[in-house]
């Protein structure tokens, strides 16, 4: 039991690339969220889904697309790398509506020059 | 809007002391309330939660926390911490209506031997 994972553990962007960063949960959660870290500001939610093939807005999801294609994975992509972007992306997931315990992928540091 | 406010940057405690990390939230309707817990290049562990019930909520590690309804607070205690608690350590709360989690800026605890 993996739990929840992330891929790629770190990568450099030039500004203007694209780039999808996958997160694999294998506890049949169907909850999924994306957030990012940066000094001073805590974790930000970017975007979630409550379940299979749903996607919802979080506080910053500009300059950010997710899907939810499959249960297990929940994908952000990056169209357009800024340097703004740079940060450490944490997925999490949670079994469902009544359960209120995330639990976080390891995270993916994210450097765009 | 619900938000939580974790007013230390860093707190500093010996060895063996109690220790306390602050959190204040403003939510309407009844609060939920979180810790999480990040070792250094780690995702976030739930430490506890309130919902409902007990003003004092135990969690893992040894941890537990106070929830003041009168003062909004919800502070993260131990009565003896130990050099190994050193971590980040976030407050949560969940935006009501919605399963969107918001998240405090984080307090750096150092236990000092």
Redesign the interface.
């Known amino acids: 039991n993996a739990g ?1 994972t992330q891929t790629p553990k770190f990568r450099v962007l030039k500004t203007g690339q694209s780039m999808t960063l996958l997160c694999a949960q294998d506890m049949n959660h169907e ?1 999924m ?1 994306w ?1 990012r870290q940066d000094p ?6 970017i975007h ?1 889904s ?1 379940g299979e093939g749903t996607t919802a807005k ?2 910053v999801p500009d300059g950010y697309n997710v899907s939810r294609l499959k249960k297990q994975n929940f994908l952000l992509g990056l169209e357009s790398a800024a340097p703004s972007q740079t940060s450490v992306y ?1 997925c ?1 997931s949670k079994r469902g ?1 009544r359960q ?8 993916t540091r994210l450097l765009v020059l | 809007a619900q938000s939580v406010a974790q007013p230390e940057d860093q707190v500093n405690v010996a060895e063996g002391n109690p220790l306390t990390v602050k959190c204040t939230y403003s939510v309407s309707g009844n609060p939920y309330l979180f810790w999480y817990v990040q070792y250094p290049n780690r995702g976030l562990q739930f430490l506890l939660k309130y919902i409902t019930g007990d003003n004092l909520v135990k969690g893992s590690y040894g941890f537990e926390a106070e929830f003041n309804k009168s003062q909004t607070s919800f502070h993260l205690k131990k009565p003896s911490a130990l050099v190994s608690d050193s971590a980040l350590y976030f407050c949560a709360v969940r935006d009501s209506g919605t399963y969107k989690y918001i998240f405090g800026t984080g307090t750096r605890l150092k236990v000092l031997a």
């Open positions: 929840v909850y969220y957030y001073g500001m805590g974790l930000r939610l979630y409550v979080g506080e944490f999490a509506t209120e315990t995330q639990y976080f992928g390891p995270g």
